[in-house]
């Protein structure tokens, strides 16, 4: 019998590693050849691997919640062949479930292609922020593909935001290390490897807070797969990103009257029309006069990377977590195509069959309450997009309208911009567009392209 050790492979897209969310065969199983054998997620989406060839499980190198880099040993078989070579990569499965991230669907446009931490697409432009530090520039200046460093000095860097593949190594053998990480994101300069016990010490990142004392009573249930890009993510983009609010309401009767007079084409064509729809072309209308919102930071390079697609998430609520498909290229779908796109990258997330490029690299987000929708709820960005829209429920309200007080059909809008890039005006004119583009559909339908 021949011991074959299979490699995490690479998966593509700048994914460096990789969290064990659920192995689906145990040592000593025997298995087929590409037998689905284990469930991986990425910073993407989450893929299943299948077996390389027919064998013996005899050891699984790492537990469910383990962060596994590319190209790491991850199963050991006993195969019926002789000698055979260390595990070269097995194909991977269509992805079954998805990742948040923050990323973000087959629509029409090509998937952005990843640049950096942010997903650019074809046509982006980049704006260098103010008051980039040297240390900072000089990390934009540096890049490699594939970084070498531990598995800790990677997660470091997802808690800092900091690009791994813009840290220049100081360790042997090209090595990223904790010093390294730290240094760049806290503006210093990069040393020499031989020097690097000499770099003044780097602010460390906060230590996690108290633990809870312990019941007896108590369940503990372990933060992992999708549940924990969400907390990092969450946690990240809370902790970077300025945010400031905006809160409004918008009488969408008109809106409303429209939607009604297009259900029967919806009908034909087997498409449920809903409002959100008319919410995103409304969207996309306001980020044509508004290009700033419409892009993503790039923070390791310091630049504002300015999106010329239309690529807007829509926040899907799972019964693994939130998670935020994209429907792409919305400039250029009508209402029912962007309808049809809705519903089938909400489809694919909520039966956990999302693809990797259905997520990731959005522009802009919309959440929804639906009819949960409260007065307002501030939603958090989807880092590192600068902007985001939470839409609340319809509610019949008094108005008024010339000198009479009538019944409105009200609903409240909830923005949260990210501060440092967007200005309180520049928001309040984007909410303000949104607005009246949702109150004057007319005005929407003559001005789409």
């Known amino acids: 019998m021949a011991k074959y050790e299979f490699k995490l492979p690479d998966i593509g897209e700048g994914v460096a590693e990789g969290e064990i969310v659920n192995w689906l065969v145990q040592a000593g199983d025997d298995v087929a050849e590409n037998q689905e054998m ?45 000698d ?22 087959a629509a029409p446009a090509p998937a952005a292609k990843s640049e950096g931490p942010v997903a650019s697409a074809v046509g982006d432009i980049r704006e260098t922020l103010p ?42 053998a090209g090595r990223v ?21 000499q770099a003044p010490a780097a602010k460390a990142p906060a230590a996690p807070g108290p633990a809870p004392a312990r019941q007896t009573a108590d369940e503990r249930q372990p933060i992992r797969g ?18 400031f609010h905006y809160i409004d309401e918008v009488d969408v009767g008109p809106i409303t009257s429209l939607k009604d007079r297009a259900k029967p084409y919806a009908e034909k064509a087997g498409i449920k029309l809903t409002f959100l729809p008319f919410i995103v ?11 700033r919102i419409n892009s993503n930071v790039d923070e390791a390079a310091m630049e504002l990377v300015l999106r010329k697609t239309y690529d807007i998430g829509i926040a899907t609520s799972t019964d693994a977590g939130l998670m935020v498909p994209v429907v792409r290229g919305c400039d250029r779908l009508s209402i029912l195509e962007i309808a049809s796109e809705i519903d089938r990258v909400a489809r694919a997330a909520r039966d956990g069959k999302s693809q990797k490029e259905d997520l990731g690299g959005s522009s802009f987000t919309i959440t929804s309450l639906g009819k949960l929708g409260g007065l307002f709820a501030p939603p958090i960005i989807n880092y590192p997009e600068v ?39 520049v928001g309040a004119n984007f909410a303000q567009e949104i607005i009246s583009y949702l109150q004057e559909p007319d005005r929407l339908v003559v001005e789409m392209a």
């Open 281 to 291: 072309k409304a969207v996309v209308s306001a980020l044509k006069r508004h290009p």
């Open 131 to 172: 008051g980039m530090s040297p240390a900072v520039a000089r990390g934009a200046e540096y890049y490699a593909d594939k970084p070498l460093a531990a598995p800790a000095t990677r997660k470091l860097a997802r808690e800092l935001g900091v690009d791994l593949r813009r840290v220049e190594p100081s360790g042997s």
């Open 38 to 82: 284990v469930e991986v997620m990425t910073d993407k989406a989450t893929v299943t691997i299948g077996a390389p060839k027919a064998g013996k499980v005899t050891e699984l190198r790492f537990k469910v919640g383990d962060t596994v880099p590319v190209g790491q040993v991850l199963v050991v078989f006993e195969t019926g062949a002789g």
């Open 84 to 105: 055979a070579p260390a595990a070269a990569p097995a194909p991977v499965a269509a992805a079954p479930a998805a990742a948040p991230a923050p990323a973000p669907a």
């Open 226 to 243: 999708l549940r924990k890009r969400i907390f990092e993510n969450m946690a990240r983009s809370k902790h970077t990103a300025a945010h």
């Open 177 to 197: 290390t904790r010093e390294d990480v730290e240094r760049l994101a806290n503006g210093a300069s990069a040393p020499a490897a031989t020097h690097a016990a």
């Open 387 to 425: 902007g985001i829209l939470g839409i609340h429920a319809i509610k019949k309200k008094p108005v008024v309208r010339g000198d009479q007080i009538v019944i409105g059909e009200i609903m409240n809008l909830s923005f949260s911009f990210d501060h440092r890039i967007i200005d309180g005006d």
